[in-house]
T-cell receptor
Framework: DTEVTQTPKHLVMGMTNKKSLKCEQH?????MYWYKQKAKKPPELMFV???????INESVPSRFSPECPNSSLLNLHLHALQPEDSALYLC?????????????FGPGTRLTVL | AQSVAQPEDQVNVAEGNPLTVKCTYS??????LFWYVQYPNRGLQFLLK??????LVKGSYGFEAEFNKSQTSFHLKKPSALVSDSALYFC??????????????FGTGTKLQVIP
């Protein structure tokens, strides 16, 4: 299985809602990533988990809260988001510990904040 | 700090003609370079990477890339373009993050349009 899955595919939420994005991979990768991508822009790194521990937080606002419950799952909890947070949220995974391991990306969750 | 530049926002090429998508990089130490492709409303797909060795790297779907250390470039090429190659292409470099971890930095992307 060489696939990263993400649910839901689309999400519309109000600024007072709480929602979660989910990501799953079964490739045995021990590094997992959250990216935010605006239209026609490159992905921006948000968080990196390595061996289920948060290793990089790119100064992301606290209204985004990541969680890695096990080596296959990665969640992104959302609360009190702003309309400017509307974007495509991409999950990725890779083998950690080496510079030359490519990342495998999921299809993304298209988030709209009203 | 590492960086990647893709000087062309869009490249247009006729079907059957060779294509080139340009990328230059800046990184301390050995460069680890990648190309990804993104189709509309999809995630990124890995195409190829340069780690070490031959300067010409072959990847998926007939794509290849040429590493040039003196020009700090890693241009993506294909001998004969297909309409289905039309997509957004990202060059990326992997290097050390300030926290001692590896981080990927993406270029701004180049939209490839293959004209039938």
């Amino acid at each position: 299985d060489t696939e990263v899955t993400q649910t839901p595919k689309h999400l519309v939420m109000g600024m007072t809602n709480k929602k979660s994005l989910k990501c799953e991979q079964h490739m045995g990768h021990r590094a997992m990533y959250w990216y935010k991508q605006k239209a026609k822009k490159p992905p921006e790194l948000m968080f990196v988990y390595s061996y289920e521990k948060l290793s990089i937080n790119e100064s992301v606002p606290s209204r985004f809260s990541p969680e890695c419950p096990n080596s296959s799952l990665l969640n992104l909890h959302l609360h009190a988001l702003q309309p400017e947070d509307s974007a495509l949220y991409l999950c990725a995974s890779s083998h950690p510990g080496s510079s030359y391991n490519e990342q495998f990306f999921g299809p993304g969750t298209r988030l709209t904040v009203l | 700090a590492q960086s990647v530049a893709q000087p062309e926002d869009q490249v247009n090429v006729a079907e059957g003609n060779p294509l080139t998508v340009k990328c230059t990089y800046s990184v301390s130490g050995n460069p680890y370079l990648f190309w990804y492709v993104q189709y509309p409303n999809r995630g990124l797909q890995f195409l190829l990477k340069y780690i070490t060795g031959d300067n010409l790297v072959k990847g998926s779907y007939g794509f290849e890339a040429e590493f040039n250390k003196s020009q700090t470039s890693f241009h993506l090429k294909k001998p004969s373009a297909l309409v289905s190659d039309s997509a957004l292409y990202f060059c990326a470099v992997r290097g050390l993050h300030s926290g001692g971890y590896q981080k990927v930095t993406f270029g701004t992307g180049t939209k490839l349009q293959v004209i039938p």
